[in-house]
Structures are given as structure tokens and as C-alpha cells.
């Protein structure tokens, strides 16, 4: 019995090891099998003694029943939120008045990205997570321990020998873009509003009582302050987040130490520059003093400290006319309004198209057809419509009604209880068939080749398809004789067709196209089933004890195979020669493609971003957002940015869109 602690330790230590290397690191050193397989081990002996499991364990990071509120936490030492620049003008100003503070010092100056987040604090004692809270009025925040814990990037015990005393560390919760734009898309399939934008997103995230639907969320966090401390004291703003990182936290990607004003000036001006290169939005940056024994002195106002400012960069915006507003129907009945605009540039991108997300926005910001609005790149990727002119208004103008009908098919549109958005029930409706059918091919999913959009469309429309089982039987000679197809393009997109029975059982079941069900969480699930039947026939146990499924997706799944036309689907699929089971991945000796961190610039033209990251991650590499020695391959595109001249300089590898589609063809993934 005593080797029982030992081993409890050893796996805790080994979990928390390889949650850095993935979560905070980047840099993977074992496949999720194996780490589900720790994770197992762990979690069956503390079920088993009960007695040894301790909150900082790996396994307590979800908690069990929801809570029935936050409870009020006092900050030792204020949160105190910095105050405001706007100009190059006002940054002097800054400098000008420490020099009247401090006549008899010199000091040194740090740049950090202002991250566009939710400010926490952590506080540890004795090296273990003890609080995590909300900045709240400054004084007093909300205890949301359970929620913080979910962060997989959040260290439950310092990296430290012997223990510090206590630590309170401060920083911010984010939702990367890529996750954000996911989880709007979650929410307006499922009939919910939409989040203005990343940072509401993370703040509605941490507000929710229950911690198994906030480890549902893609959420990160990054620290770069303390606050109440007792054995923690570097003399530097770099030291100190030096000295975090080695801690086991996540610190700012990039900062800058500066020895003058120009420095710093010209430190906005880089930033302003390669901030798009980091997966959170920012929308500034911090000065502060370097050398923290000069903080005393400068003190506080009643709510900024001295010692910092924030430097606000202004959103690039553009004025256009909204020609008119459009309805799409998603693969799920969503109906969507899309303002349709008279072409404008806004940052270097040409705009003529924005999601207006549903009726309730369009009536919450008074939008008509005919409006001159403002248009911005919400976190500097969605086009937005953020304001209109109404002082621009002819009177010709016309408000917007959101269709009766669906205005694909024609049939009744209702809204379900608790939804906000509108949708087509109409299962057989061309529109959402067409956009299922998209997604199944998609090369993420079960890569088709051949089958894009324009012969989709014909598909549909010549009523030669009705589900995606219908592709494994499409007489080759119909596929000829449609618009721009010949013997030739028919052959390749039938071979395309043939080729995709033996994709990954992951792949099927994210082409399925499951609410919720993303290509992580399909390629988490066939870990847990060997065979389609088996994941068909899943119960709701079984489900709970999946890791990163929580109730939300498990109701997802039983909701879909409760339906017969699902079930028929799966039947004609297997029947018609589509791979229904689970293989392990092949062994790769080629460094560049398996287990490796991959850094995407440029546009691919047969990806968007989203799918090219998720192609990645789901063939076992992991996806970062800026170049170093430690990068396996940059992944380019056309036009693409400085992270390809920082890879020529560093030497780091170099894969163009031909390359990286040999290496998804291949089928690698991370070596098991």
C-alpha cells in the first residue's frame, strides 16, 4: 500500500509535465493515446482510494455538480486597470512626467501585446492553486477557482523547489480566433446569439456556474504580474516574467526592452505590425518601468498604477453602402442575414460581404437596406457591420424582415424555445443538403477530391444526390454529362469518391456532421471506439467517460443516432464499402510530418485558416502562432507575411500549399 502514493505522485507529475509541454509549450512529447492512458491509470487509483486525492491532482480540473453562485474574493493588493494613450504625443507625456517624479533615476522600459482578455488573478500557497478570481471593482473579485482550472495552460502547482510561500499571480483569460470563430458557429447553429467578439466570449465563459461547460471552450490564459506575494521578488519586469515562465505559466509571446523613447515608439510600431501573427486579439500595448524597486515611489493614482500605460492602437474601419441583405440556410436550417456591401478595402482585404448574425442584431443596431454603415474586422478577421450612419439617411432607406419561409425550399421557418435564430425543419431542404454534402467532402473531413462547390450544386440540384451515402453509387456517365465535367474530370472525381471508403474512422464521423462535433473531438472519440456500431449503440455512461465530452456534446450524439434517417445513413455507408473502423495511424520517418509545431502564413487556396489548422492538429502536429528554432515547417501560402522571412533567417523548413497537401494525402499522424 505504500507504493500506492508514489505511483499516484509519479502520474500526477507525469500529467502535469506533458500539459505543459502541450498546453503552454508547444511542444508535445507523447500522443494523446498515451496521455488518455496516464490519465486512465491516475484516475482509476484515486477512485479507488479516494482518501490521496488532492485539488491540485490533473483530475480535478472539471468539477462535478454546477455551483449556485460565485462567492465575493478580497485582493490583497488592488487590480488595479492601467490608464489610456492614444498618441505618440501622450507616450511622451508618460515619459515626461516620470522624469519629474524621479529627477535622480534612470530606468528601462519593457513592450508588451496588450491582450484583449478577461483579467484573473491565481493565487498559490505553498506552490498549489488555492483561488483563482475575477478582477471585479478592483477590491473584490468572484472566486472562480472551479471554472480557471478547466485552462489546461494553468499550472494547479508551481514548478518550484522549495515551495513559495504564497503567489498571486495576475494575467488574462483569452479565446484564441480560431476558437472564437468556431464557437460562434456552434451557437448560431443551435439557435443562440453570438458573441460580439473574443473577449466577450471569454468573459461569458467564466461566468458559467457549471465548470463542465466551460472546459468545453477553448479557453487560454497568459500571465505577466503578481500581485500579493512572500517569497517572489525579481528586480525586473523581464525577470519577472521570465521567472513565471519557469514556473510552469504561459507569458506574452514577445516583448521588448527599451532603452529610450525612440526604442519604445518604434517597439508600438513593430507591434502594431505582427500582431495579427499572435492567436489573441490585442489591441494595443503596455509600457511599463523595467525596474520594479522604482514602483514605490511612483505609487498609484486611485485607479492606474504610475509606473504603466496602455497604448491603444485605433480599429481600422471603412464606410460603405449596404446594397442589401441576403438569407443563407447552414447545413443545420440556420437561417443567416448577410449585408451585402458596395465593394470597400479595409485592411488590405477587399469587403464586400459581412454576417449580420440574426434578426435580433439587425433590429438592435437599426441596419436598413440602403444604410451607409461603418464596417471593422471583429478581432481583425469577421468583417462586421458595427454602426450606421443614420445621419446619412435619404428616407429611402428600408428596414429588414427575416423571411416566413425558407428561401431555398419554401417551407415554414420556426424558431425553437430558448433559440434566437430562425431555421428551416425541412430535412430534405437543397440548401442545408448542399452544405452538408460540402462538409463531407471537405479535406478535413473525408477528402473528396474533385467534389467542390460547383458540381455539389448540380448534385443537388439535378437531384442525383439526397445524402452522402448517394455519392458511393452516382453512375459515372450522370457525373459526365453535367456543366463543365467530361469522361476526363467525371473519372477523377468518381476515383475521389472511391479513394474516401478508406478514410480514418475520426473522418466519418466528423464528416457525419454531429452538432458539437469537431475534427479534435471525432479523432478523441475513435479512441474510444473501434467500430461505427459501437459508437452508434454509445451510451450516455460511456460518453461521461470520454475526456473534453461534456453534456452538451454527449446529448449532440445521442440526439443524432436517435434519428432512423441517421441510422439508414450509417447502414448505406457501411453497406457501400465506407471504412467503419478504427485503424492506428501509420509510421512516418520523415521528420518534417509527424509529432511536429507548424506555423501557417499566407492564404492556401484550397483551405481557410480554420480547416488548414484542424488538418494539422487532427494528422498530429500542433499549430503555432509565431516562428522559432523550434518550429518544425512553415506552412506558406500566397502573399505571405514575415513569418516566411523568419523562417528563411532561421533556417527553418519551408512546405508551399503542394507540399502540405502531400503530407494530408499521406494520411500521417502522430506516431502511436
Known amino acids: 500500500m505504500t507504493e500506492i502514493p ?31 492512458r496516464l490519465y486512465q491509470e491516475l484516475d482509476a487509483l484515486e477512485h479507488q482510494h479516494p482518501e490521496w486525492v488532492t485539488s491540485d491532482s490533473p483530475t480535478q480540473r472539471v468539477g462535478g455538480a454546477p455551483l449556485a453562485g460565485f462567492m465575493p474574493v478580497c485582493h490583497r493588493a488592488p487590480m488595479m486597470s492601467l490608464a489610456n494613450t492614444y498618441s505618440r504625443d501622450e507616450v511622451l507625456a508618460f515619459h515626461e512626467r516620470l522624469r519629474r517624479w524621479l529627477p535622480a533615476e534612470t530606468w528601462t522600459y519593457t513592450v508588451e501585446p496588450k491582450i484583449d482578455g478577461v483579467a484573473i488573478a491565481l493565487r498559490y500557497e505553498q506552490g498549489v492553486l488555492a483561488c483563482g478570481s475575477t478582477r471585479g471593482d478592483g477590491a473584490t473579485g468572484d472566486d472562480i477557482t472551479q471554472n480557471l482550472k478547466t485552462i489546461r495552460s494553468i499550472p494547479l502547482r508551481l514548478r518550484a523547489e522549495p515551495a513559495i510561500a504564497v503567489l498571486e499571480v495576475r494575467g488574462e483569460v483569452f479565446l484564441g480566433r480560431a476558437g472564437f470563430q468556431a464557437l460562434n458557429r456552434e451557437r448560431e447553429e443551435a439557435g443562440e446569439e453570438p458573441f460580439a467578439n473574443p473577449r466577450n466570449a471569454a468573459a461569458g465563459s467564466l461566468k458559467l456556474l457549471d465548470s463542465r461547460q466551460v472546459a468545453r471552450r477553448p479557453l487560454d490564459a497568459i500571465f505577466y504580474g503578481v500581485g500579493d506575494c512572500d517569497g517572489f521578488s525579481p528586480g525586473t519586469q523581464q525577470g519577472l516574467v521570465a521567472a513565471l515562465g519557469d514556473l510552469g ?13 525612440d526604442e519604445v515608439l518604434a517597439a508600438l510600431d513593430e507591434l502594431r505590425e505582427t500582431r495579427q501573427g499572435f492567436p489573441f486579439d490585442t489591441d494595443g500595448a503596455v509600457i511599463k518601468v523595467n525596474e520594479r524597486r522604482l514602483y514605490g515611489a511612483l505609487g498609484a493614482t486611485a485607479k492606474s498604477p504610475r509606473w504603466a500605460v496602455a497604448f491603444k492602437y485605433e480599429p481600422e474601419q471603412a464606410e460603405t453602402r449596404l446594397l442589401d441583405i441576403t438569407v443563407q440556410v447552414g447545413r443545420t436550417g440556420v437561417l443567416t442575414p448577410v449585408a451585402e456591401l458596395e465593394p470597400v478595402l479595409l485592411a488590405g482585404t477587399t469587403i464586400n460581404r459581412a454576417t449580420l448574425h440574426n434578426a435580433a442584431e ?6 436598413r437596406i440602403g444604410d451607409r454603415v461603418l464596417i471593422e474586422k471583429a478581432g481583425d478577421v469577421i468583417p462586421a457591420v458595427v454602426a450606421v450612419k443614420t445621419a446619412a439617411r435619404t428616407g429611402k432607406e428600408r428596414p429588414f424582415d427575416m423571411p416566413s419561409r425558407c428561401p431555398v425550399c419554401g417551407s415554414e421557418v420556426a424558431r425553437r424555445e430558448g433559440e434566437v435564430a430562425l431555421r428551416c425543419e425541412n430535412l430534405q431542404c437543397a440548401a442545408q443538403l448542399k452544405q452538408w454534402l460540402r462538409h463531407y467532402a471537405a479535406r478535413g473531413a473525408m477528402d473528396i477530391e474533385g467534389l467542390g462547390e460547383a458540381l455539389v450544386e448540380q448534385l443537388v440540384d439535378q437531384r442525383l444526390v439526397s445524402s452522402p451515402a448517394d455519392l458511393y453509387v452516382l453512375p459515372r456517365d450522370r457525373v459526365a454529362a453535367l456543366e463543365r465535367m467530361a469522361d476526363k474530370s467525371a473519372l477523377n472525381v468518381m476515383e475521389g469518391i472511391e479513394a474516401s471508403k478508406q478514410r480514418d474512422l475520426w473522418r466519418l464521423i466528423f464528416a457525419l456532421g454531429i452538432r458539437h462535433v469537431g475534427a479534435k473531438t471525432a479523432q478523441t472519440l475513435e479512441r474510444y471506439v473501434e467500430h461505427m456500431e459501437a459508437f452508434v449503440q454509445i451510451s450516455p455512461d460511456q460518453l461521461r467517460t470520454v475526456r473534453d465530452v461534456g453534456p452538451v456534446v454527449a446529448d449532440s450524439i445521442q440526439a443524432f443516432f436517435r434519428s432512423d434517417r441517421n441510422r439508414e445513413l450509417i447502414r448505406l455507408l457501411a453497406e457501400r464499402g465506407v471504412n467503419m473502423r478504427r485503424r492506428s495511424a501509420p509510421e512516418s520517418g520523415n521528420p518534417l ?10 492564404t492556401l487556396s484550397g483551405y481557410t485558416r480554420e480547416q488548414a489548422e484542424d488538418v494539422i492538429r487532427c494528422l498530429g502536429g500542433q499549430v503555432s502562432s509565431s516562428v522559432s528554432r523550434k518550429t518544425t515547417a512553415v506552412i506558406a501560402g500566397e502573399n505571405p507575411g514575415s513569418k516566411l522571412n523568419k523562417a528563411q533567417s532561421l533556417k527553418v523548413p519551408i512546405l508551399d500549399e503542394a507540399g502540405f497537401e502531400q503530407w494530408v494525402k499521406s494520411g500521417v499522424g502522430r506516431k502511436e
Not at 507525469?14 to 512529447?29: C, G, I, S, T
Not at 439587425?362 to 441596419?367: A, H, N, S, V
Not at 510530418?593 to 499566407?602: D, E, I, N, S
Open 249 to 261: 505559466f504561459k507569458t506574452p509571446p514577445r516583448s521588448w526592452l527599451c532603452a529610450s523613447m
Open 593 to 602: 510530418l509527424a509529432g511536429g509545431t507548424y506555423v501557417l502564413t499566407g
Open 362 to 367: 439587425i433590429l438592435r443596431k437599426d441596419i
Open 6 to 36: 508514489q505511483q499516484i505522485a509519479r502520474l500526477r507529475a507525469a500529467l502535469e509535465h506533458h500539459n505543459r509541454q502541450y498546453y503552454v509549450l508547444n511542444q508535445p512529447e507523447i500522443s494523446d493515446r498515451d496521455y488518455d
